[in-house]
Nanobody, 117 residues
Framework: QVQLVESGGGLVQAGGSLRLSCAAS????????MGWYRQAPGKQRELVAA???????NYTDSVKGRFTISRDNAKNTVYLQMNNLKPEDTAVYYC???????????WGRGTQVTVSS
C-alpha cells in the first residue's frame, strides 16, 4: 500500500512561485496515474493537474500556462511547479494516486498554499 506525503506549500505573494512535491512510499508508483487536487474552504475539491504512468499531462483551464506537473519515477515523486500564482490559487493541495488495473486510489494529507494579493 502506497502512502503519499506532500510538501512545499507556504505563503507567497501574487506573481510568485512554489513547487509542491509528493513523495510516495510503498510499491507500484511507476504504474500509477498521479494528480494534484486543491480545495479552498467551503468549496468543492477540484482536479488541478494530472499525469499518467506514461507521462501524459492535463490541466484545468485556470492553471494552464502557469502550472506544470511532472514525475520522477526513480525518486517515487510527483511535482507541481506553480508559477505566476494568483490569490484564487489559495487552497489545500492534495496529491492523489490511482491504479487502473486494481481500481484503487490513495490520497495525501494535503499542503496549504496561500497567495496574498
Amino acid at each position: 500500500q502506497v502512502q503519499l506525503v506532500e510538501s512545499g506549500g507556504g505563503l507567497v505573494q501574487a506573481g510568485g512561485s512554489l513547487r509542491l512535491s509528493c513523495a510516495a512510499s510503498g510499491r507500484g508508483f511507476t504504474v500509477s496515474h498521479m494528480g494534484w487536487y486543491r480545495q479552498a474552504p467551503g468549496k468543492q475539491r477540484e482536479l488541478v493537474a494530472a499525469i499518467t504512468n506514461g507521462g501524459t499531462t492535463n490541466y484545468t483551464d485556470s492553471v494552464k500556462g502557469r502550472f506544470t506537473i511532472s514525475r520522477d519515477n526513480a525518486k517515487n515523486t510527483v511535482y507541481l511547479q506553480m508559477n505566476n500564482l494568483k490569490p484564487e490559487d489559495t487552497a489545500v493541495y492534495y496529491c492523489h494516486a490511482f491504479w487502473t488495473l486494481a481500481q484503487v486510489d490513495c490520497w495525501g494529507r494535503g499542503t496549504q498554499v496561500t497567495v496574498s494579493s
